[in-house]
DNA sequence: CGTTATCCGAAGGCATTTCCTTTAGCTGAA
DNA sequence: TTCAGCTAAAGGAAATGCCTTCGGATAACG
C-alpha cells in the first residue's frame, strides 16, 4: 500500500533531481530514499524517474502524481495543525451540557467569557432537562455539565456549585402570605413548566411528593414547556407558579411586572452541580467547567447574602 | 511520523464506531486497529475517541481530524489512478524528438494520429536538429526520436526506417542538368539552411566534405535558418539550393512554383531511423514509435517507387 | 585521454514496526 | 446474575525500514 514515507520521498527526489540530494535533504542514506522510491515505483507500476547516467529524469508518470503526492502530505500537515489547534483551544466546538433554566443563572455570561477567551472556538450549551443531560454524560457524549442532583453513578465526579430555593409566584399579592405551605400548593390553581419532563424532572418530582404528603395529588392546572411562559401566565393572574429563586434573581428586570414572590414553609432547594466522567477532561471542558464553577458560587453566595 | 495507515484506521473506526467493527472492515484483527489508533493518539498528543463503557465517542479532536484525514486518503487515491491514466496513456503529455524538417514528412499527420487514438493526451514534438535531439536521448530528456543518422551510441537501439536522397532545387531550369556534380555545387550560387547548425548538421556535413573533395569551400552565398525560407529564396531566383526529396515531396503542392529539381551525381543520401535508449519504452513512446515507423516506412516505399 | 569525483544499485545485518492470537477486565442488557 | 460485546494487554512471528559497504557507470577535469 502506498505510504505517505514512499511521497515525501519521491517529493524530495523530485524537487533536489538526485536520490543522493534528496537524501541528505531528508536525513537519510542515500540507498533509503532509493528504495522507497522504487518501492513507489513498484506498487504504482510504473517508472518515475529514468535512471540515466548519474542523476535522474522524471517522468511524465512522475509529473501526474505530483501535485497529488503534495496535496496529500498537505493534508496530513494541515491534520496535525488542526488537532493542534483543538488540542490548545484555538478552534474547535465546546460542548456542555446544561440544565434547562441554567440561561438564567449564566449562559450569556458564560458564553461571552468563553469567546472572550477563545476567540475562534464555538460553544455549543446542550440540555432539555437534567436528566437527559446526566445520560448524554453517562454515555460519553457529553464531557462535562452543570445539571441538578441527585447524579447517582460512582463514576462522575461531582461538585455542587448552588443551592437554590424554589419560591411561590403570583400576581395577587394576597396569596404572598409568609409561610407558603404544601397545602397551600395543592389548593392553588397552578402553572408549571417541563411539561414533557414531569415524569425525571427533579423539582417537579420534589413538588409532587410534598403535595402527597397533605393527601392530594399535585394536579397543575397548565403545563407548559418553558419558565418564562409560565411565568408569563402568572403574571397576567390566570395561575400562581412556582419557580427557582435564581430564575428570579437572573431575570432581574426581565421578569414581567407584577409578580410577586414568596418562600415555601418547609423550604425546598434544589442543588445544582459540575459533573464529568472521573478522569481527564479536555482543555476546552476545563475551561468551561472552571467558568461555571466560579460563576456559580458567585452567585450563590450573592442569593444567600440577599436572604440574610 | 504520521501515516496512512493510522488515518484509514481512525476513519474506519469513526465510521463504523467501534475498534472490532472497523477491524472487520478493514480485515484486521482488532488490537491491530486499537493500537494504531493509539498510536496516532500519541503522535497527535490528544484524545480521538473518549472509551466509554462498550462503544467509542469521538472527540472534538477527532472531529477536527476528520476531514484532513480523508483529504489525505482521496489525495493517495486520486495519485494512484492519474498515475494510472498516464500509464494507461489516457492522459499526460507524450514527449518525442524529431529531427528539423520531420514536419515536412510526418508531423501533422503523426499527430493527428496520436490524439485521434489517445484523445486526453498532449503531445510535444521537440527538436531543432537531429544532433540536439539525440543529445536530448542521451540525456534521458527524450525517450524516443526519429533523426538523421548517424548515430554513434551504443546505448540506442536504432531503427532505420527511411532513406532519403539529396536533390538540387532551382527556379532556372537551365541548371537542372541531369548529373549535378559537387564541383556544379562549388560553383553555385547557394542558400543553405540550418544557419545555426552548420558545425553539427549531417546534411550540411555530407555536402562540405563532398564540395572539399573538389578542393573548394562550401561557401554557401545565403544562410538561413529554415528550409521553406531557402526554397522561398530559391523561387525567387536568387539563389539555388539543396535540400531532400522527401521535403519536396511533402510540401507538394505548397512547393513554391518555378522551382525545380535534379539528382546528384553521386547520389547522396540521409538516413533517418527511429532512436530509442536500450530497455523498456513507455507505452505513450511505444505508441509514437510505432506510428512514426509505419508512417516514415510508408514514405519510403512511394518514394523509391517513384524513383523507378 | 586518463583520472577523479559523484551517483545509482545490490547485499547483508540490525532495529523497529506491525500484526496476529490469546487472555483478562469491563459494561450494558436480558 | 449471567451473557454478549467491547477494549486493553502481552507475547511472538513476520515484515519493513534503515544503515554501511561495495561495485559499476558516468560526467567533468586536468
Redesign the interface.
Known amino acids: 500500500?502506498?505510504?505517505?514515507?514512499q511521497?515525501r520521498c519521491f517529493l524530495a527526489t523530485l524537487e533536489h533531481g538526485s536520490f543522493t540530494a534528496a537524501a541528505s535533504a531528508l536525513g537519510y542514506a542515500q540507498p533509503s530514499i532509493s528504495e522507497q522510491v522504487r518501492l513507489l515505483e513498484q506498487q504504482?507500476?510504473?517508472?518515475l524517474f529514468?535512471?540515466?547516467?548519474r542523476?535522474l529524469?522524471p517522468?511524465?508518470?512522475a509529473?501526474?502524481?505530483q501535485p497529488?503526492?503534495s496535496?496529500?502530505?498537505a493534508?496530513?500537515d494541515?491534520?496535525?495543525r488542526?488537532?493542534?489547534?483543538?488540542?490548545e483551544l484555538l478552534?474547535?466546538?465546546?460542548?456542555f451540557g446544561v440544565f434547562r433554566t441554567a440561561r438564567f443563572y449564566l449562559a450569556a455570561d458564560l458564553v461571552a467569557d468563553v469567546l472572550q477567551r477563545h476567540p475562534g472556538v464555538r460553544v455549543e450549551l446542550v440540555g432539555q432537562n437534567s436528566a437527559e443531560v446526566l445520560e448524554h454524560l453517562r454515555?460519553?457524549?457529553l464531557?462535562a455539565a452543570v445539571i441538578a442532583l441527585p447524579v447517582e453513578d460512582e463514576n462522575m465526579v461531582v461538585t455542587p456549585v448552588l443551592r437554590d430555593e424554589l419560591v411561590y409566584v403570583s400576581a395577587d399579592p394576597a396569596r404572598l402570605h409568609a409561610r407558603i405551605t404544601a397545602a397551600d400548593l395543592a389548593a392553588a390553581q397552578l402553572v408549571l413548566p417541563d411539561a414533557s419532563w414531569r415524569e425525571t424532572d427533579t423539582t417537579r418530582r420534589q413538588l409532587a411528593q410534598a403535595v402527597q404528603r397533605t393527601g392530594h395529588p399535585l394536579r397543575p392546572r397548565i403545563e407548559v414547556e418553558d419558565t418564562e411562559t409560565a411565568l408569563d401566565i402568572a403574571a397576567r393572574g390566570l395561575a400562581d407558579t412556582v419557580t427557582w429563586r435564581g430564575v428570579l434573581h437572573g431575570l432581574g428586570d426581565r421578569l414581567p411586572a407584577g409578580l410577586g414572590w414568596a418562600p415555601l414553609r418547609p423550604a425546598m432547594y434544589e442543588t445544582f452541580a459540575v459533573v464529568h466522567?472521573e478522569g481527564?477532561l479536555?482543555p476546552?471542558s476545563r475551561v468551561v467547567v472552571d467558568l461555571v464553577t466560579a460563576r456559580m458560587r458567585g452567585l450563590d453566595r450573592a442569593m444567600r447574602a440577599r436572604t440574610a
Do not use: F, I, W, Y
Open positions: 500500500m502506498l505510504s505517505l514515507h511521497l504504482l507500476d510504473t517508472t529514468r535512471r540515466v547516467g542523476g529524469v517522468t511524465e508518470a509529473r501526474a502524481l497529488h503526492a496535496v496529500a502530505l493534508a496530513v494541515e491534520a496535525g488542526a488537532v493542534a489547534s483543538v488540542r478552534t474547535g466546538t465546546v460542548r454515555k460519553g457524549r464531557e466522567r481527564e479536555s476546552a
